[in-house]
């Protein structure tokens, strides 16, 4: 009877074991069946954070000028979908550090930085008590202006629309050290259709007149060459502008070179300065490369510099504008008259004085930005280690000098390729340079051993 009983009880065992294994298949066929592949998994998990955070992309964009596709781009890849420990506990969906500023919560991790013997050490992150908070704050980490010399170009070369190039300038300015970063981006992007949402109908919530008086206008203000601006929205002008910071109308249009009425209805994203603009630039740029149409009060418009002080730096009278591909100087160097060739309505007039090697040269691979990017000026504060440079007015170096143990910056170096080029990272670069900031200038040496 015992072993009956003993047999039984195995036998039912079997059958509940059988049953309940039963069981966990159908389901996990159901979740198949309904799911498809842990990829189409995944992908419902991406759909489903587009879904929840597309309106938040948009704020920020309506408020900052970022694409949104960008900003739902960055969160999906930064954040895992919103699924990783970063997100899941500290809401901060787009991997920022705490930084020097930040003075809130803070979560700690371990990531890519390192202590002063070289060893990987825990990070400090930034914590938020919500994801919206963390997307406004991805918004000002970007358009602030302690991060002007890095990512201001963003802001005053590249339209809300231009995506790839967003994607690719965030990798240049090294907001990750993934090689593969901005490659990543544009994948996602036109993966998901995320562009739709950097359209205009995403932009405005109503297409109404009482839309131009939005909220407290010091939310948008950016600053390009340590100068404040905005971008305008639909149906702003001069005059909503300055009525908004109790300001005269008349004084914002001579600091935008009187080109705008006080009354007109500017075009959506309009670069308006609210102070007066500098006599020239600051970065570390010597120049621009005019582009199809660009005007001079367009060049100064984006670099932040006066219409007059850019037209008499380059030797140019009113009403003169210059032909594609011709070099505007923006800072120390100047053009005389004659030195540039004058674009015309019926045929492009040639100076007897041509400049020298003034078309810019071609692009080698087509995924490359569409311009150079060079971080601006670094000034270290008080007790920070003074780094040797070539004067502004000489020649660049050529590869041949050089010392062991340092690097000589040259025009289109960043920290990050630097770091990738001696095979270290930024931050330890920061530290042998006794750098506060991410600039650096053209021709100065950099310690990287």
């Known amino acids: 009877m015992s072993i009956s009983a003993h047999k039984t009880a195995l036998i039912v065992l079997a059958l509940y074991c059988s049953t309940d294994l039963l069981s966990a298949q159908t389901a996990y066929g159901e979740r198949q069946s309904s799911s498809g592949t842990n990829r189409s998994s995944s992908a419902d998990k991406n759909v489903a954070y587009i879904e929840k955070y597309n309106e938040a992309a948009v704020r920020e964009m309506t408020d900052y000028g970022i694409p949104a596709s960008i900003t739902l781009a960055q969160g999906l890849l930064e954040s895992a979908a919103g699924t990783s420990t970063l997100a899941t506990i ?56 302690r991060k002007e010399q890095r990512y201001g170009f963003l802001f005053t070369r590249l339209g809300p629309t231009d995506y790839k190039n967003w994607a690719r300038g965030l990798q240049s300015a090294g907001y990750a050290t993934a090689k593969d970063y901005a490659d990543n981006l544009i994948t996602l992007i036109e993966r998901y259709n995320l562009q739709q949402y950097d359209k205009e109908d995403y932009r405005e919530a109503e297409d109404t007149e009482e839309e131009a008086d939005y909220i407290d206008i010091s939310d948008r203000i950016l600053f390009v060459n340590d100068v404040a601006f905005v971008h305008t929205r639909k149906n702003e002008s001069i005059e909503s502008i300055a009525e908004q910071l109790e300001v005269s109308p008349d004084d914002l249009a001579i600091y935008n070179d009187s080109r705008y009425r006080t009354t007109e209805k500017l075009e959506n994203g309009t670069i308006v300065f609210l102070s007066e603009k500098k006599v020239q630039w600051d970065g570390t740029e010597k120049y621009h490369t005019v582009e199809e149409s660009e005007t001079m009060f367009y060049i100064a418009q984006q670099y932040g510099i006066k219409l007059s002080s850019l037209m008499s730096r380059n030797g140019l009278r009113k009403g003169q504008e210059p032909e594609e591909g011709e070099r505007i100087y923006i800072r120390s160097q100047t053009n005389a008259p004659g030195d540039i060739r004058i674009r015309t309505e019926n045929k492009r007039e040639t100076t007897t004085k041509p400049a020298a090697d003034t078309k810019p040269a071609p692009r080698k691979n087509p995924d490359e930005l569409d311009f150079e990017i060079t971080p601006g000026n670094n000034e270290q504060g008080t007790g920070y280690q003074k780094r040797t440079s070539v004067s502004d007015t000489e020649d660049e170096p050529d590869d041949n000098d050089n010392r062991d143990g340092y690097h000589l910056v040259k025009k289109g170096d960043t920290l990050y390729s630097i770091s990738r080029k001696y095979k270290t990272t930024v931050e330890k670069l920061k530290r042998l340079n006794n750098m506060r900031g991410d600039a650096i200038n053209t021709g100065e040496w950099l310690k990287v051993k």
């Open 90 to 145: 500290a809401n901060n969906h787009f991997g920022i550090k705490c930084g020097d500023e930040w003075d809130g919560e803070t979560y700690y991790k371990v990531d890519d930085d390192l202590d002063r013997n070289g060893n990987v050490k825990r990070s400090c992150f930034r914590k938020y008590e919500s994801a919206q908070e963390s997307f406004a704050d991805h918004s000002e980490f970007l358009a602030g202006q």
